[in-house]
């Protein structure tokens, strides 16, 4: 049976790992998960583990009553291997989400589905 | 993250030959604002016998058909039943709001071919006032028309996908909220002189600021209305119109672009692909930003009207907050913009193009009262649909610009 590429890329995350495609034609990593290449058009992707290293692109306050969970996070997050997705950074107020902070990927579960999130990457010592 | 695409597609030795071959003969909307006990049928046909009385024809005349619906994916079908036509070229491709911008192209091939004699274009919504209305809609779309990779983010869209263009414009070029407002201002100054217009109450910079947030940083105010409506126009070839009821209004250019569809595929939030369909409309028609009297641009949200007045030509990328503040797209200002009061402040039953087109029909003709700009000559109609997905823009003009 052949599994359609997003059906692949949830079981991954059901179990509990965050897999992007990468194309050995072209080289470029994919994401969303695809049947082909959109950069050669390739066919045969390959699924590999990313670094889960990313940058805020762009961040958005959505706003929600408290009783229904209060506002929270929709953050766009470049990836260290070059693709864009969209996900949630956790772990600080959703208005306190900056363009350009680092972040690191893992995988959380909700409603027993996977789910890529998004913590900040604390800053080291030194410049950056 | 990808690089912006690339077209090779040369509009100018392609398109030209069909510039100014088409017209618009007939405009007319229906029931814009709320239209309780309406449904979306009743408004199109409504709208599209007032286009074709407009034109001076009946509906016996069309025999063309551009149209498409949010919920009903195979709408060219019970529209052709209700108005009893038996069209010869018809065409339901369905890209959001950019929508009836989109199907002129294709139907002024079909005009010069000798496939049909009249094309009308239409559209209906009564999303405010029916009982499965916006709410319902984008519900059942969610399971209609998965986005698997964005909903378990629970992204409000489309909202949230321009407050993410909007968040990364500011971020990139220093654009303002204050700036962002301008555009909701000018929109309400303009709606204030159009008795169409649903909200017209004085609107300023701090109400806009102030208002309720949705997704940062946009507010309510940043948002395009929800209301009902129906639009239709009507095509003929240019020498056929020229005989017709109405002052002839010639297409001189118009072109499609469409990058991807999901926010997070869009290769650069603050690049459009109107970039493209706007230079590619300006190549067939022969004219640049420069050129144009008016700009009838889909204003969706704030970010929208900045986005597109950049990707147009009429200011460099990231000068369009400094281009609409201190009124820059108000009236009396640099550029006519909007002067209907656009989606924010005139109409919006869930796809505005029309009713772009059709505003930008009534300043060409000189018939827009109170609004009406004294230089109506040239005009560029562009329309946007999904979440920055689809971009179609048209160039319009007045007999003495063929």
């Known amino acids: ?128 | 993250m990808s690089r912006i695409p690339q077209s090779l597609f040369d509009a100018a030795a392609v398109n030209r030959p069909l510039r100014g071959r088409v017209a618009i003969a007939g405009a007319a909307t229906y029931g814009c604002g709320e239209a309780p006990g309406m449904d979306d049928m009743t408004l199109l046909v409504r709208a599209a016998q007032a286009a074709v009385q407009d034109a001076g024809l009946s509906m016996q005349d069309i025999d063309g058909l551009a149209t498409c619906s949010v919920n009903a994916s195979m709408w060219t079908m019970p529209v052709i039943e209700h108005l009893g036509i038996n069209p010869t070229y018809v065409d339901g491709t369905m890209i959001g709001g950019s929508s009836f911008i989109a199907h002129l192209l294709p139907a002024m091939r079909a005009l010069e071919a000798g496939q049909c004699k009249a094309v009308l274009v239409c559209y209906g919504s009564a999303q405010r006032s029916a009982t499965f209305g916006r709410k319902e809609s984008v519900a059942a779309r969610r399971f209609l028309d998965p986005q698997p990779y964005e909903f378990p983010y629970e992204p409000v869209l489309p909202v949230t996908a321009y407050a993410l263009a909007a968040a990364r414009h500011m971020h990139e070029f220093g654009t303002t909220r204050a700036q962002l407002a301008e555009v909701a201002v000018a929109a309400r100054a303009w709606a204030q002189m159009n008795p169409e217009a649903f909200m017209r109450d004085p609107l300023t910079i701090e109400d806009v600021l102030g208002a309720r947030p949705i997704a940062s940083p946009l507010t309510v105010r940043d948002c395009c209305l929800v209301t009902d409506g129906g639009g239709a126009i009507v095509l003929t070839r240019a020498d056929r119109a020229r005989d017709l009821a109405r002052p002839p209004v010639y297409v001189l250019g118009n072109a499609t672009a469409i990058w991807n569809r999901q926010i997070s595929c869009m290769p650069d939030l603050t690049t459009t692909s109107a970039a493209q369909s706007g230079a590619q409309a300006f190549a067939m028609a022969g004219l640049k930003a420069a050129d144009m009297d008016m700009a009838q641009v889909y204003d969706a949200f704030t970010i929208n009207t900045i986005l597109f007045l950049e990707d147009l030509g009429f200011c460099a990328k990231g000068e369009g907050g400094a281009f609409v503040a201190k009124g820059g797209i108000a009236p009396g200002g640099r550029l006519a913009v909007n002067t209907n009061g656009g989606g924010l402040s005139c109409v919006h039953p869930g796809m505005y193009g029309i009713f772009a087109l059709i505003e930008a029909v009534r300043q060409l003709r000189g018939e827009a009262g109170a609004r009406q700009l004294k230089q109506h000559r040239t005009a560029v109609v562009h329309g946007n649909g999904g979440t920055l997905s689809s971009q179609s823009t048209a160039i319009l003009g007045t007999a003495e610009t063929l």
């Open chain 1, 1 to 128: 049976m052949h599994l359609s590429a997003q059906t692949h890329y949830q079981a991954e995350l059901d179990a509990g790992r965050f897999c992007i495609q990468h194309c050995p034609q072209c080289q470029h990593h994919v994401f969303t998960p695809r049947e082909l290449c959109p950069h050669c058009g390739a066919g045969g992707l390959r699924w590999v583990r990313p670094s889960g290293l990313g940058t805020v692109y762009s961040t958005s306050t959505i706003a929600r009553k408290a009783d229904a969970g209060g506002s929270y996070n929709v953050a766009l997050i470049d990836l260290h291997e070059g693709v864009r997705m969209m996900s949630r950074v956790e772990g600080l107020a959703p208005e306190d989400v900056r363009i350009g902070q680092r972040v690191q990927a893992h995988v959380a579960q909700k409603d027993g589905r996977g789910l890529v999130l998004f913590t900040p990457v604390q800053a080291q010592g030194g410049a950056a």
